[in-house]
């Protein structure tokens, strides 16, 4: 396979046009957008002007409703409300941990359902989505990773994610408000950290994130976005090319035995060539430094000889590494590792140069932290003791 093919999965991806409906219009890319109206018979001299207006109803106002995009025509309203319709994900539940992060579950076409979480901080809001129904790479620390893949999500239910939670923090500008002079945003950053594999489902991630960053409507920098990847390796350089937004990568081990337990795809593609693309990440750099999450499991991946292969293994690429404790599930093979040895994990790879932050567990309460994530109707078709069976901690 060449490095440039795209890496897909034999998934079911949900076509834009439902059976026998309307299309979608959420999620599809300006020249689609384009497209789809002279299909439904725009004059082709109109289009573009057409595809501005209703981008910014539906992205920068946040408008659910043809008939309020009141600088186009009323015909031309009647029209567009025959031919498409503005969906997004429906919240079937919404919880609220006691540190303010919020969960919400989700459903898409089909009938699947995703979680996706909002955390709050003092200086931003981040919210967390999906890319996938389920996880194909089965993480042995990931709760996610013990549900199956269904399918890739489409971009509208990707960017869906992103407009269902803005409407819930109300947090599109009031009328008249250009982007520009909004207030200080609830929800400022975004991050593919949620169910799935984004680089499994590239075309739509991209799409999506296309829609989040144009200036005319969400209009987040690429600087706030955060791309998560397991090490689809080559995959990764084309995320700086038709993405440009900021990459994290789940590394979890120093060696290859370790990491071929902990993150599977590690088989497929190893340390040395998941390290060698990183060193070649057309956007790395000291101000844009590639994130690495290491989850910290007790006895497995936490020793001082782990944190001194770590700093030496990623020598010469500009980087941070995010120190995750590890956020326990129901039949958990691991245990979370001892504060103070986190903490002397941590100084190790300080004192190499590296920024070693150590995240604050959130929305563990209502299992909304990093890698709890997984639908709450797959959860309540699996008791304790299936999940124990599935991971191999049963007793």
């Known amino acids: ?14 076509k834009r046009v439902l059976p026998d409906g309307p299309t979608n219009i959420v999620g599809l890319t300006r020249d689609a957008m384009h497209d789809a109206l002279i299909a439904a018979g725009t004059p082709e001299k109109q289009a573009k002007m057409r595809v501005n207006q209703i981008w910014q109803w539906i992205y920068h106002w946040g408008v659910r409703d043809f008939a309020e995009m009141t600088n186009l025509s009323k015909g031309f309203r009647a029209k567009l409300a025959d031919t ?8 079937v ?3 609220v941990s006691k540190d303010g992060t919020r969960k919400y579950l989700v459903r898409i076409a089909g009938g699947h359902e995703v979680e996706v979480v909002y955390i709050p901080e ?11 129904v389920g996880c194909t790479l089965t993480c042995s620390f990931c709760h996610t990773g013990t549900q199956k893949l269904v399918r890739n999500l489409t971009a509208g239910e990707i960017i869906g994610q992103v407009m269902l939670a803005r409407d819930d923090l109300d947090g599109w500008p009031e009328k008249g408000i250009s982007t520009a002079d909004q207030a200080p945003r609830l929800l400022s950053n975004v991050v593919l950290m949620g169910m799935g594999e984004p680089l499994y489902n590239f075309e739509n991630v ?31 350089a084309r995320t700086a090319q038709e993405i440009g937004c900021q990459l994290a990568v789940s590394f979890h081990a120093t060696t290859d035995e370790v990491r071929d337990t902990l993150v599977p795809i590690n ?29 910290m499991l007790k006895d497995v991946n936490d020793s001082d000889e ?7 293994l990623i020598d010469g690429i500009p980087a941070k590494i995010n120190l995750i404790p590890f956020n326990e599930w129901p039949g958990a093979p691991y245990t979370r590792s001892d504060k103070a040895r986190i903490e002397a994990f941590a100084e190790i790879v300080y004192r190499a140069g590296y920024a070693s932050p150590i995240r604050r567990p959130r929305g563990e309460d209502i299992m909304a932290a990093c890698g709890q994530l997984k639908s709450a109707t797959e959860r309540e078709r699996k008791s304790r003791k299936q999940i124990e069976a599935e991971t191999g901690t049963g007793r």
């Open 122 to 132: 003092t200086d931003r809001g981040t919210l967390c989505i999906s890319s996938q």
């Open 1 to 14: 396979m060449s490095a440039t093919a795209p890496i897909t999965q034999d998934v079911m991806t949900i």
């Open 306 to 312: 782990d944190a001194r292969r770590l700093v030496k």
């Open 206 to 236: 991209r799409d999506a994130m296309k829609i989040a960053m144009d200036g005319e409507g969400i209009a987040l920098s690429r600087r706030r976005i955060t791309l998560s990847t397991s090490g689809v390796v080559p995959e990764i």
């Open 267 to 295: 088989k497929r593609w190893n340390i040395e060539a998941l390290l060698n693309v990183l060193r070649e990440y057309p956007k790395v750099s000291n101000s844009e430094r590639i994130t690495f999450e290491y989850v």
């Open 84 to 91: 498409f319709v503005i969906a997004l994900p429906e919240v």
């Open 93 to 95: 539940t919404r919880e």
